[in-house]
């Protein structure tokens, strides 16, 4: 069976899959906006990694006992079922998110929260987030603010930290780091550096979705690790940036592996095997 035969046939069941998902999500959501609207955006997302060959390797324990501001690396659109596979919680996208064809729509069923890079829309913004987290949701945040190909990490814009402690109402948000690390591609080890392998997976710079998800859904998959560091407390840092500085130091360390980590992040209390 040649590759393009099995990119169709995935391009079908994962059309079929939505198409059984989204309307139950979409009514469900008219009558409860609370934790159980997630269940199943995360059902619909573990399908979704099962049909495009994503396994997903979880390393260290995610904090899913309380309410919590994720933080990770970004590396392309496919981080979205890989993390959403593990985590019940709302993205943070950019606004841009919303008006993509098919995808713009399923991220709206996930309670994705869109923002804008209009400074003028900020205020407003900041208080439909601040709304959620008084409404109990945890949140996902890619504070790199852009996708790279998973050699470093770029440094973390700390805005969106402050949601993390508020001193007026004194609502503090812990904060749990995760490094979102390519293990394999399309049947092989990524090298270190840029390289075609790599960019199977990534999604960065000038690429155009439609060639790169076809290439993708062409290639026998990927093996994504998510590595749960230790949760922050942010009542520990003076303000936004070192909080965010802090998060993206343990982040980077566990891209870059062990010898960069930092002596927490070695502490492994569980791994799990989603997909594959």
Known sequence: MTRSLIAVIKALMFILWSLLVAPLQFVFLLFNRGPAAYILPHIWQRGVCRILGLRVVVEGTPDTARQVMFVSNHLSYLDIPVIASVLKASFIAKKDVSSWPVFGFLSTLQQTAFISRDRKDAKVEKNNLSSMIAAGKSLILFPEGTSTDGCDVVKFKSSLFSLAADPTTGAFLPVQPISLVMDRVDGRVPADGPNDVRDVYAWHGDMTMGPHLWN????????????????????????RKLLAEAAWNQVRGGVAGPSLSAPATASTLAAAAIGG
């Open 216 to 239: 993708f859904v062409k290639s026998r998959g990927a093996t994504i690790r998510l590595i749960f560091h230790p949760v922050l407390d942010p009542q520990v840092y003076n303000d």
